[in-house]
T-cell receptor, first 112, second 112 residues
Framework: EAGVVQSPRYKIIEKKQPVAFWCNPISGHNTLYWYRQNLGQGPELLIRYENEEAVDDSQLPKDRFSAERLKGVDSTLKIQPAELGDSAVYLC??????????FGPGTRLTVT | GENVEQHPSTLSVQEGDSAVIKCTYSDSASNYFPWYKQELGKGPQLIIDIRSNVGEKKDQRIAVTLNKTAKHFSLHITETQPEDSAVYFCAARLDSNYQLIWGAGTKLIIKP
């Protein structure tokens, strides 16, 4: 079974530029999560989708972050404009039961 | 809200010895406790989990114990091997919103 796929793996941008991350969850997993992980810390949830509906986006900074999950499969997370403090690893995870979550390799974002 | 504390932050053990990592949580309504292993440059990997109706769970060299009264749970790794070196995260999940609250992580070092 293929795991969660994320791209790109690395991204370096200048502040104020836009950036987008893509995630393809495990086939059949209807729940998709986006997390942000700062160095030396555990992941922090940004948004959770049940199929195409965002059911928990309370921790998504909506002034600059947006996400979508068209057709309830792939998802895109966007930051516009990026700030220096957005440098982190952005992780996507998927789940079929709302218990076990399976993570992708993440996208390491560096904002200069 | 829920808070998860994890100790120690770094653990160094001799190859072949056992390692124990401990976590405490604050919200008695938490009902699911996964443990993740994260290697450098990779996403977290689920290694074992336990639900609140169970006191102990074992999978080969890995075991998790849960004390609901004291609100703490522990990861036990026996016969440690070099490939066990990684950062380990505990987490607790609220039944109300399925959100995982993560500990700060333990860097496990296996000395040859």
């Amino acid at each position: 079974e293929a795991g969660v796929v994320q791209s790109p793996r690395y991204k370096i941008i200048e502040k104020k530029q836009p950036v987008a991350f893509w995630c393809n969850p495990i086939s059949g997993h209807n729940t998709l999560y986006w997390y942000r992980q700062n160095l030396g810390q555990g992941p922090e949830l940004l948004i959770r989708y049940e199929n195409e509906e965002a059911v928990d986006d309370s921790q998504l900074p909506k002034d600059r972050f947006s996400a979508e999950r068209l057709k309830g499969v792939d998802s895109t997370l966007k930051i516009q404009p990026a700030e220096l403090g957005d440098s982190a690893v952005y992780l996507c995870a998927s789940s079929v039961t709302n218990y076990e979550q399976y993570f992708g390799p993440g996208t390491r974002l560096t904002v200069t | 809200g829920e808070n998860v504390e994890q100790h120690p932050s770094t653990l160094s053990v001799q190859e072949g010895d056992s390692a124990v990592i401990k976590c405490t949580y604050s919200d008695s309504a938490s009902n699911y406790f996964p443990w993740y292993k994260q290697e450098l440059g990779k996403g977290p990997q689920l290694i074992i989990d336990i639900r609140s109706n169970v006191g102990e769970k074992k999978d080969q060299r890995i075991a998790v114990t849960l004390n609901k009264t004291a609100k703490h749970f522990s990861l036990h790794i026996t016969e440690t091997q070099p490939e066990d070196s990684a950062v380990y995260f505990c987490a607790a999940r609220l039944d109300s919103n399925y959100q995982l609250i993560w500990g700060a992580g333990t860097k496990l070092i296996i000395k040859p």
